[in-house]
């Protein structure tokens, strides 16, 4: 906001970037069930109908920030200094997937987002071809690379989803025993891993921990391959 002698304080005029950063920040504090256009044109301090100017609905505004965090996560790893020749590749890779990682925990509406847009973001198109990119440094053919983007699948932006989500968090030791005669693998499974993390999906795992077990897997089966 800009100040004027005469006429007091003027707000800075809308603009795509604008509408498009006040719906991540509300998407960010809010989540996205509180992103609707009335609500971020009043953040803005606009009318709704001005916002149409420059976001044609919900739609392009949710394909827009989607672009923005897209733009956030290569700035990140476009900062990183990584060798990906030869072997290096994975370490490099594995560097870039992490980092992506990060932005997105600030952002945790974004997976939902990235996961639903019909249109390819520019900026999503961009990091995966900088991925590729590392993996022809370490000797990949395009038909293995292919293949790796396909396997890695969302886990090559940083997130993956969650085999089961119970919500509130993790069952009572009192429902598990009550499972132990209808599932006895599942319930012996929960009942040796569950731990307290309330940060966690799940509430008995270390979200982290199995997002890197899972990409290391990936990563050393893709790195056998290009052994080959």
């Known amino acids: 906001m800009v100040a004027d002698a005469e006429a007091g304080p003027v707000r800075a005029p809308l603009s795509r970037d604008r509408v498009l950063r006040a719906a991540v920040r509300m998407a960010d504090d809010a989540g996205l069930?509180?992103?609707?256009?009335?609500?971020?044109?009043?953040?803005?301090?606009?009318?709704?109908?001005?916002?149409?100017?420059?976001?044609?609905?919900?739609?392009?505004?949710?394909?827009?920030?989607?672009?923005?965090?897209?733009?956030?996560?290569?700035?990140?790893?476009?900062?990183?200094?990584?060798?990906?020749?030869?072997?290096?590749?994975?370490?490099?890779?594995?560097?870039?997937?992490?980092?992506?990682?990060?932005?997105?925990?600030?952002?945790?509406?974004?997976?939902?987002?990235?996961?639903?847009?019909?249109?390819?973001?520019?900026?999503?198109?961009?990091?995966?071809?900088?991925?590729?990119?590392?993996?022809?440094?370490?000797?990949?053919?395009?038909?293995?690379?292919?293949?790796?983007?396909?396997?890695?699948?969302?886990?090559?932006?940083?997130?993956?989803?969650e085999l089961f989500d119970p919500g509130d968090g993790a069952a009572a030791p009192e429902e598990l025993a009550g499972l132990a005669e209808q599932l006895p693998h599942l319930a012996g499974m929960l009942a040796e891993v569950a731990h307290d993390d309330p940060g966690s999906t799940l509430g008995w795992c270390d979200d982290q921990a199995e997002f890197e077990f899972g990409l290391d897997l990936v990563l050393d089966g893709l790195d056998r391959l290009r052994d080959r």
């Open 33 to 161: 069930g509180a992103l609707t256009m009335r609500r971020l044109a009043e953040v803005l301090g606009a009318e709704a109908m001005s916002l149409y100017y420059h976001v044609a609905n919900k739609d392009e505004v949710l394909d827009g920030i989607a672009d923005v965090v897209a733009r956030e996560i290569n700035e990140a790893v476009d900062a990183l200094e990584l060798r990906s020749d030869g072997a290096r590749w994975k370490d490099a890779v594995r560097c870039r997937i992490l980092t992506a990682r990060q932005v997105l925990l600030r952002h945790p509406w974004a997976p939902s987002v990235l996961e639903t847009r019909a249109a390819m973001s520019p900026e999503i198109l961009r990091y995966h071809d900088r991925l590729l990119g590392l993996m022809r440094d370490g000797g990949f053919s395009y038909d293995l690379g292919h293949h790796a983007l396909h396997a890695l699948g969302s886990r090559a932006l940083g997130f993956s989803q």
